[in-house]
């Protein structure tokens, strides 16, 4: 099948195209680069069912060739990036949807939205279930991200009712892998990055909020399994094993083999208290639930980090 992945340069489109390419399948990769990596998808240079085209898919999207899937993962992910590319990360959501929902229906491909636990907000349920409306502060600073991908759902629920286009929507939990950035803002590249430095782990608030972390393979899998159910509603892709901040800390220092303090910073707004999926959907209906253990993945995780930044000071 012959695939259009939007966000491809990406810490997770990319890795998504790598897989596509394994099963045989040909990837057209479309990324503007706004935080996506030509270093990311560098190795696939060459590779005559790979295709790179730059280009900022709240534009007109012309593609020549003809399509089985449209696979829309642009958009800044990161607090980091969303906090200072708002409008983009707003307009990627709305008129990138929009774009790419009507580029698919114009193939007739089937189409998947990368959505993300986020837009159940600062949940006042855990886990959260696909049912669960959300928790979301629209004019609060995450607000743009949140409420992008909360529309960027009910725009692809609408073509799916009103124009009969087949679409898929995956909610993205916590995940982490190679080819994180190491400036990404999140969790995981901010703690390895802080231990391998031996400078001080910040947490902020008390580190009693938790997460769930999934392993980038495994959620590539799942996502997979989706693309080929015949699922319109929702799904949660995540890890449903819980920690704390603090906890998490605590792992990354061992792992490292460091010794870093623990500092704590104020809690950013809006900042979710709780963040679990239920993957009770995924195990039902594509038999799908992550394999790859939290030391297993940070090991991997934390190797490529240290010879990224034994690269960088070289």
Partial sequence: MKFLVTGGAGFLGSHLCDYLLKEGHQVICMDNLITGNMANICHLKGNHNFKFVKHNVTEFIEIKEELDFVLHFASPASPIDY????????????????????????????????????????????PQKESY??????????????????????????????????????????????????????????????????????????????????????????????????????????????????????????????????????????????RRPDIASAKELLGWEPEVSLEEGLKTTIDWFRKKLIAHSS
């Fill in 83 to 126: 906090l200072n590319h708002p409008i983009p990360t707003l307009k990627v959501g709305a008129l990138g949807t929009h774009k790419t929902l009507g580029l698919a229906e114009a193939k007739a491909a089937k189409y998947l939205l990368a959505s993300t636990s986020e837009v159940y907000g600062d949940p006042l349920v855990n």
């Fill in 133 to 274: 409306w959300g928790n979301v502060n629209p004019i609060g600073p995450r607000g743009v991200y949140d409420e992008a991908k909360r529309f960027a759902e009910a725009m692809v629920m609408a073509y799916h009712r009103d124009h009969g286009l087949d679409t898929r929507i995956v909610r993205i939990f916590n995940t982490y892998g190679p080819r994180m950035r190491l400036n990404d803002g999140r969790v995981v590249p901010t703690f390895v990055y802080q231990a391998l430095r031996d400078e001080p782990l910040t947490v902020f608030g008390d580190g009693t909020q938790t997460r769930s972390f999934c392993y980038v393979s495994d959620l590539i899998k799942g996502i997979y399994k989706l693309i080929l159910s015949d699922i319109c509603q929702p799904v949660n892709i995540g890890n449903p094993e819980e920690l704390s901040i603090l906890e998490f800390a605590k792992n990354i220092d061992k792992l490292t083999g460091t010794k870093s303090k623990i500092i704590h910073h104020p809690l950013p707004e809006d900042d979710p208290k709780v």
